[in-house]
């Protein structure tokens, strides 16, 4: 076997690496919509996010869309995940095999604050009115693999983000690709081998709020009778960044059979808001003829990452086999986030 093809691919993965060398952070709570961070696929959430080169169905519309060439079947995909202090996130997406042209997919993840009291200095208690807070981002993906070991896919991004009567908007790409080669197989096939996955993530414009909630009365002169008091005045906000996340990941499979399968997987995390950090991930699937797939999944979140809340995750779910080709995913992931508490997120997939 000839391993001297791939040395430019690894050669150019460890200088990709480089960078990633633990650093003081020095941008923390400097990005907008940062929703977008939270992590969107109940499999990767069990897996502490360690997904980058493994994604290979409709979840890979947000770890690594080039993942999304790995489908053989039309998807349809619902993620429910209540997130701390009672916000409600949730992702919905389906996607399309286009056969030897590739694969399309589209996406909605949404976030909902609920209800909050508006008050003022005056009454601090509460107006009596409500406000509320929501999220949402829509992806177009596409994704391809030019040979049977190179697989790329890119989204567009809308982000939008609303606070009452004021909102910010902003357009993002995410890009990424995943490599297989037959190091470390079993078997000796390209499917059980190292995988290696590289993205980036929301890439694009920056967010600036405007809204009728920033106008206020401005007296000018407040020490002097005469002059136009409240004027109508607006306060113009600073632009601010987008989450930009960078990962690089590696997967192998020591363990295949019929029936048996044990994957294992580390992603580096670059981010433009903290300092980077490692994921690390395991997935355990039996296989049942006639049924489907049992699924037993674990891992551990932002690996030296200073001060970092998150910590180990677990989950699990079952593939099930129906007929005409069709089948049906259901996962469970949870996840721990220290003195914020734990969160459950619910997944529901169907294969058409």
Same mark, same amino acid.
């Given at each position: 076997?000839?391993?001297?093809?791939?040395?430019?691919?690894?050669?150019?993965?460890?200088?990709?690496? &480089?960078?990633?060398?633990?650093?003081?952070?020095?941008?923390?709570?400097?990005?907008?919509?940062?929703?977008?961070?939270?992590?969107?696929?109940?499999?990767?959430?069990?897996?502490?996010?360690?997904?980058?080169?493994?994604?290979?169905?409709?979840?890979? &519309?947000?770890?690594?869309?080039?993942?999304?060439?790995?489908?053989?079947?039309?998807?349809?995909?619902?993620?429910?995940?209540?997130?701390?202090?009672?916000?409600?996130?949730?992702?919905? /997406?389906?996607?399309?095999?286009? $056969?030897?042209?590739?694969?399309?997919?589209?996406?909605?993840?949404?976030?909902?604050? /609920?209800?909050?009291?508006?008050?003022?200095?005056?009454?601090?208690?509460?107006? !009596?009115?409500?406000?509320?807070?929501?999220?949402?981002?829509?992806?177009?993906?596409?994704?391809?693999? &030019?040979?049977?070991?190179?697989?790329? =896919?890119?989204?567009?991004?809308?982000?939008?983000?609303? %606070?009452?009567?004021?909102?910010?908007?902003?357009?993002?790409?995410?890009? !990424?690709?995943?490599?297989?080669?037959?190091?470390?197989?079993?078997? !000796?096939?390209?499917?059980?081998?190292?995988?290696?996955?590289?993205?980036?993530?929301?890439? =694009?414009?920056?967010?600036?709020?405007?809204?009728?909630?920033?106008?206020?009365?401005?007296?000018?002169?407040?020490?002097?009778?005469?002059?136009?008091?409240?004027?109508?005045?607006?306060?113009?906000?600073?632009?601010?960044?987008?989450?930009?996340?960078?990962?690089? /990941?590696?997967?192998?499979?020591?363990?295949?059979?019929? $029936? $048996?399968?044990? %994957?294992?997987?580390?992603?580096?995390?670059?981010?433009?808001?903290?300092?980077?950090? %490692?994921?690390? !991930?395991?997935?355990?699937?039996?296989?049942?003829?006639?049924?489907?797939?049992?699924?037993?999944? /674990?891992?551990?979140?932002?690996?030296?990452?200073? $001060?970092?809340?998150?910590?180990?995750?677990?989950?699990?779910?079952?593939?099930?086999?129906?007929?005409?080709?069709?089948?049906?995913?259901?996962?469970?992931?949870?996840?721990?986030? =220290?003195?914020?508490?734990?969160?459950?997120?619910?997944?529901?997939?169907?294969?058409?």
């Amino acid at each position: 076997m000839n391993y001297r093809k791939y040395l430019p691919v690894i050669l150019a993965v460890a200088l990709a690496a &480089l960078p990633l060398r633990a650093q003081e952070p020095t941008r923390i709570g400097t990005t907008a919509a940062n929703f977008l961070e939270i992590g969107y696929g109940t499999a990767g959430s069990a897996m502490g996010d360690a997904c980058v080169s493994l994604a290979n169905d409709l979840t890979a &519309l947000y770890w690594n869309p080039a993942g999304l060439a790995e489908m053989r079947k039309n998807q349809a995909l619902f993620v429910y995940q209540p997130w701390i202090a009672g916000i409600k996130t949730s992702f919905a /997406g389906v996607g399309f095999d286009l $056969h030897s042209y590739g694969s399309l997919s589209f996406g909605f993840t949404s976030v909902n604050y /609920g209800d909050m009291k508006v008050t003022t200095m005056a009454m601090q208690e509460g107006t !009596g009115e409500l406000f509320s807070a929501n999220d949402l981002a829509f992806s177009l993906a596409y994704a391809r693999k &030019l040979t049977n070991w190179f697989a790329f =896919g890119g989204a567009g991004k809308y982000v939008r983000s609303s %606070i009452w009567h004021t909102d910010a908007s902003a357009m993002a790409i995410d890009l !990424g690709v995943i490599i297989n080669t037959y190091f470390f197989s079993p078997n !000796g096939r390209r499917e059980q081998g190292l995988n290696i996955g590289m993205s980036i993530s929301n890439y =694009g414009s920056r967010m600036r709020y405007d809204g009728i909630d920033l106008i206020n009365p401005i007296d000018i002169l407040t020490d002097e009778n005469g002059n136009f008091s409240d004027v109508p005045g607006r306060f113009h906000l600073s632009e601010w960044e987008l989450p930009l996340i960078f990962r690089l /990941g590696v997967s192998l499979t020591p363990l295949y059979s019929d $029936h $048996h399968e044990l %994957i294992l997987s580390c992603d580096a995390i670059h981010p433009n808001n903290n300092n980077e950090s %490692i994921n690390l !991930g395991a997935q355990y699937a039996l296989t049942s003829p006639g049924f489907g797939r049992l699924f037993l999944r /674990g891992g551990y979140k932002a690996l030296f990452m200073d $001060h970092s809340e998150f910590g180990p995750t677990f989950g699990a779910g079952v593939e099930m086999f129906t007929l005409y080709n069709t089948g049906v995913k259901i996962d469970y992931a949870w996840r721990d986030i =220290g003195m914020l508490g734990n969160v459950n997120t619910f997944g529901v997939m169907v294969m058409f």
